[in-house]
């Protein structure tokens, strides 16, 4: 797994114009089950993805953690929301809260487990997004993501070979998910 993820940002880096481009093209011309299509691959995906074998987003990442987010854990935590937020979050560039530190303070990087699992914050329970629905308003998001989650980049690899967009017409290409 070590060299898989290692391998990621620089497949991201390699791929990052035949995607935007697919994307581009995709966003134009989905089909009009693009979301069951994803949720399809999202499913098969995990099926054989154990993301205890990785955390990499855990690791080098911090989700955005929202009111609900900081009230769910600082309960859980059995501390006060303003102490929550004094000890482990901060404000980014773009005011949202995010963890002071990576990797995250939750993480148990011995078993790769979450302390505060029961409560993570929303980001967190939806990570990488790519089972959402209206995918083609987050494909920005989801290239992101491949470059830190190996299961995401395998997604988009799946899609481009379930609903190829090249010049031929797509229409029988993607029959069996009607």
């Known amino acids: 797994m070590e ?28 089909p009009k089950n693009i979301d069951y299509i994803v949720q399809d691959l999202h499913d098969k995906e995990f099926e054989k993805t154990d993301c205890l074998t990785c955390a990499n987003c855990c690791k080098t990442t911090s989700p955005m953690f929202f009111h609900k987010d900081i009230e769910r854990a600082a309960k859980f935590l059995r501390i006060k929301e303003q102490k929550f937020m004094d000890t482990y979050l901060e404000r980014d560039e773009d005011d949202c809260y995010v963890l002071k530190s990576a990797p995250c303070t939750f993480l ?26 209206k995918f083609t308003q987050l494909t920005d998001l989801t290239m992101k993501n491949a470059e830190i989650c190996p299961a995401a980049s395998n997604i988009i690899d799946a899609l481009k070979l379930a609903v190829p967009m090249n010049n031929e017409s797509t229409s029988e290409k993607f029959r069996k998910y009607r």
């Open 108 to 133: 148990d990087e011995n078993d790769n487990t979450c302390m505060i699992y029961e409560a993570r914050p929303k980001a967190c329970a939806e990570y990488p997004h790519t089972n959402r629905k």
């Open 3 to 30: 060299e898989i993820i290692k391998g990621l940002a620089n497949k991201a880096f390699k791929a990052k114009k035949e995607n935007t481009a697919y994307f581009k093209r995709l966003k134009k011309r989905a």
